[in-house]
Each structure stands twice: as structure tokens, then as C-alpha cells.
């Protein structure tokens, strides 16, 4: 899977990267999702709270565990897997709906899921 950075300036391949993570900004207005490859971090996207960053983690984590190629698994049965490249999303795309709420964790997977369907559109 690649990941495309906010801005669009930057491509990653998550079979090199060492870790994604974020931080709060030195002034704590923004949180900045980055990646660590060969011990050099890399900014991925910044967002307003701290809950949207995780959000776009979960989003990111979603992703990746899509399957990725067609495999035979026995009995007739066949996983269906897709190339993918997730696209960081932009702050004000990132919705309430995506900030974890145990009450609603059925709404916040459909919500992943067709921000990811949608931004394959794209």
C-alpha cells in the first residue's frame, strides 16, 4: 500500500516504512500525522484535534488491512485483493463521525469505508 501525503507533494510505501505516528505541534494548534523511514520522519498531514489524527489513523490501519491481490483459499473460495494508495484527507474532510464513539462504532465503519471508496475515486 502507499499512502499520499496531504499536501500531494509526497508518496510512501508502507513496505519501508518504520512507523506512523503523530505528534502535537510545538504551539499544540495542530496535530501532525508523520512516517519514520531509514530513522527520518516525514510529514504525512496535519489536523485540528487530536481525535481527527487518530481518526485518519484508524482510516490508514482500515486500509491497509483491505486485501491486496486474489488468492485462493481453498474450498472454491477466492479473497479478492486491490493495489491501494490512501490519500491523507484534508482536516475539514475528517467529520465527527470518524472521532471514536463506542455508541457508534457501526456509523464510524461505514464512515471509513466510503471516504475510502470515495478517495479511490478520485
Do not use: C, W
Not at 513496505?15 to 506512523?20: E, G, K, L, M, Q
Request: hydrophobic fraction near 35%; charge should be negative; aromatic fraction near 10%.
Amino acid at each position: 500500500m502507499l499512502i499520499r501525503s496531504q499536501n500531494k507533494q509526497g508518496i510512501y510505501n508502507m513496505d519501508v516504512i518504520s512507523a506512523i505516528d503523530f505528534a502535537d505541534s510545538s504551539n499544540s494548534l495542530t496535530h501532525q500525522i508523520y512516517v519514520l523511514i531509514n530513522g527520518r520522519e516525514y510529514l504525512l498531514g496535519r489536523y485540528s484535534t487530536k481525535e481527527k489524527a487518530i481518526a485518519v489513523l484508524d482510516m490508514i490501519e482500515k486500509k491497509y488491512l483491505e486485501p491486496s491481490y486474489i488468492n485462493d483459499v481453498g474450498g472454491g473460495e477466492y479473497a479478492k485483493y486491490e493495489r491501494s494508495v490512501f490519500q491523507m484527507p484534508e482536516d475539514k474532510s475528517v467529520q465527527e463521525i470518524f472521532v471514536v464513539n463506542p455508541l457508534k462504532l457501526k456509523e464510524y465503519d461505514d464512515a471509513i469505508k466510503e471516504y475510502i471508496s470515495l478517495s479511490e475515486v478520485e
